[in-house]
């Protein structure tokens, strides 16, 4: 069964930064893409930022220059560092690692349970 550990989140005032740390575990392997996505309640699931194995990363536009995304291949594991945190970003954040590209991995990536970041004004 694969599982992907997320840690991280919490309460920030916005201007803020956060670093979020997902690590999948070793029974899942021939992950190519890891990356987080986000959800606000009655939204749907957006990304925030991916990676693949071989550095090609992709960010949502809301995020870009704010949100820096890095993986550890040894450790499996996918850290977001969050900075200039707003309000908007308020959400829960889920952590997905994917055997294919980023482009398929709101269909067919494993998910983690996801972790609230909350930003006050």
């Known amino acids: 069964q694969v599982q992907l550990v997320e840690s991280g989140g919490g309460l920030v005032q916005a201007g803020g930064s956060l670093r979020l740390s997902c690590a999948v575990s070793?029974?899942?392997?021939?992950?190519?893409?890891m990356g987080w996505y986000r959800q606000a309640p009655g939204k749907q699931r957006e990304l925030v930022a991916a990676i693949t194995t071989g550095g090609s990363m992709a960010y949502g536009d809301s995020v870009n220059g704010r949100f820096t995304i890095s993986r550890d291949n040894a450790k499996n594991t996918v850290y977001l560092q969050m900075s200039s945190l707003k309000p908007d970003d308020t959400d829960v954040y889920y952590c997905n690692a994917n055997r294919g590209p980023i482009g398929t991995m709101l269909v067919n990536g494993y998910w983690g349970q996801g972790t609230q970041v909350t930003v006050s004004s």
């Open positions: 070793r029974t899942l392997f021939s992950i190519n893409a």
